[in-house]
């Protein structure tokens, strides 16, 4: 069966930002795959992407509920390994079913944080995928990359805000995604932090300018 465990050796405690994330997917996570149909398409670009190879070890960051699993699961073969981490824990809840559901009998969900999290075997790939809170914590991705061999390919997919000048999109931005973001600094360029780490990246814009997809190499 799946396994499921609780990471150890957090920190002191959260941060407001990651808090505040906590308590708003606490309050979406029934709601959550049903209102999150529309970016299928890109999150399955993003795994594409990964270019997984059967026996490797993948991390889904911020698993959320586990839409990405069996994709991963997928790519990664039942002699590979899926690492799921997911801070709050009614989003984990769905995706410990999910996993159970499927047989993903190879992979491993953590309740942890990004800046906490554990990972108990070294990743050849790391999805970020909608985990707009994560991606922009400096801290949280240095735990997560330390953990990880240089060479590890990284990707990133979710949203960004359009241009400045194009206020109008901006604003429609704000008020539908204000149920999954908790805050919208930096987003306009999401993947600052990420490219620290891989010097060796390339970012996609997708139409119509609202979303994105990073890829790159850890150093």
Request: charged share 20%; proline share 5%; hydrophobic share 40%.
């Amino acid at each position: 069966m799946a396994i499921f465990r609780r990471a150890t050796g957090a920190g002191p405690g959260l941060t407001a930002q990651v808090d505040a994330a906590q308590k708003l997917y606490a309050a979406l996570a029934r709601q959550y795959d049903d209102e999150t149909r529309f970016i299928t398409g890109i999150r399955k670009q993003a795994i594409a992407a990964l270019a997984l190879r059967p026996g490797e070890t993948v991390v889904d960051a911020g698993c959320g509920t586990g839409w990405c699993l069996p994709m991963l699961a997928e790519g990664v073969g039942p002699t590979g390994t899926i690492i799921g981490f997911e801070p709050t824990e009614a989003m984990l809840a769905i995706a410990r079913t999910r996993a159970i559901q499927r047989g993903l009998t190879n992979a491993r969900l953590l309740h942890a944080c990004g800046n906490s999290a554990l990972l108990d075997a070294v990743p050849d790939a790391i999805l970020f995928s909608y985990t707009h809170d994560l991606i922009r914590s400096r801290e949280a991705l240095a735990n997560i990359f330390c953990q990880a061999r240089s060479g590890s390919r990284i990707v990133s997919t979710g949203t960004k805000l359009f241009p400045r000048w194009f206020f109008p999109g901006n604003r429609y931005l704000r008020h539908t995604h204000r149920a999954t973001i908790t805050n919208f600094d930096s987003f306009h360029q999401p993947w600052t932090i990420l490219a620290e780490f891989c010097s060796r990246h390339q970012v996609q814009v997708k139409v119509p300018g609202s979303r994105y997809l990073f890829t790159g190499i850890l150093d």
